[in-house]
């Protein structure tokens, strides 16, 4: 309900103010720069999107398959067993969905977004299978959500690649700083979640859980602290694809262990692929449209106006303002989220306040 109010509003705020731009403003070409990118968004979002989508999520559910098959999500849901069932009691002890939501978070962790949103939906959909109430988001469902949107990103890949093609000096100077942020969102975002569905944080396994997460991240800065530009950008060259590319080859051998068919359960599984793809394409368009119409009438700018003014007015430095759009952007959609990150980087330059600033958001 809450997102079909948002959509609604994008259209008629964009078509007010578009409104009164031609009839204040004389702009003429207003409503043609809408339409034409309604045209150019939907577009996009099938070739660009939902086309190299639909491929990914081919392959890396084929290979979710033969992990399921060989008993690898099983191992993984046993694993985080004790912490899960206690931020997902809805989930009942070892079942696929708690191995799919580790792999996913596993992904994300690793820069890997694409990857990860094949597991990210094929985990959602298993915790539809458990919603009693089909109409309405689960606690389990809600907290999922949550913590998959805020991000919980160890090694930004993308980040750094976009910023390397866009001439930055340092690429991996983000890394830290991202590092920092995704885990503070992340871990802000379990909180107020677990305190509206009643977790109970200072359970001993849940508390051990959070502490050694901590101190895992707390670790990994430490050591990458302590390392030049060419080995940390090493790292972060290397790390993310090399875990992904063994998980993928340790599902195999885990398949021919248990002496599974895996070509045909890798097939069993990539036919779900198209089929995930075509439920999610009306929901994709629908939004990146409202948010090009949105974007394209003006008032995003309006909007990051108004707030910078109201920061200067507080006596605030504003110098992040610029970049507002993208933290703006990336409730709604990641990919536009990006595009501005890329658009800020060629206004401001990769390596300016506002350009790291925008890749960290």
Known sequence: MALN???????????????????????TQIFKL???????????????????????????????????RAGAIGFLSRLIGPFFNRLFPEVPKGHPA??????????NMLGLDNAATPFGLKAMQSLQELNKDKETASDAQIMFLVL?????????LSIMAQRALLGAANPSDVFVPCLIGTYVTTFVGMIAVGIRQRINFLHPVVLAWLLGITGAVGLLLWYLSGLDKARLETFSQVAGPLILFAIIVAFIVGGIRKRINVFDAFIDGAKNGFEV???ILPYLIGMLVAISVFRNSGTLDYVVNALGKFFAALGLNTDFVPA??????????????????????????????????????
């Not at 708690?98 to 992904?107: D, K, L, P, R, T």
């Not at 998959?148 to 930004?156: C, E, F, N, Q, R």
């Open 277 to 279: 793809s075509l439920k």
């Open 98 to 107: 708690s191995g799919q939501m580790m792999i996913n978070f596993s992904a």
């Open 34 to 68: 809408i339409i034409d990118g309604t045209f150019d968004t939907a577009k996009i979002a099938i070739m660009d999107i939902a086309l190299p989508l639909a491929g990914i999520m081919t392959f890396f559910l084929g290979i979710l398959n033969i992990g399921e």
């Open 5 to 27: 109010y948002v959509w609604i509003a994008f259209f008629l705020i964009a078509f007010v103010v578009a409104l009164c731009k031609y009839i204040f403003l004389g702009d």
């Open 324 to 361: 507002l759009p993208v933290a703006l952007m990336k409730p709604f959609s990641g990919s536009g989220a990006r595009g501005l990150m890329i658009e800020t980087m060629k206004t401001y330059g990769a390596d300016s306040f506002v350009g790291r600033l925008a890749c960290i958001f």
């Open 148 to 156: 998959h949107t805020a991000g919980p990103v160890l090694i930004p």
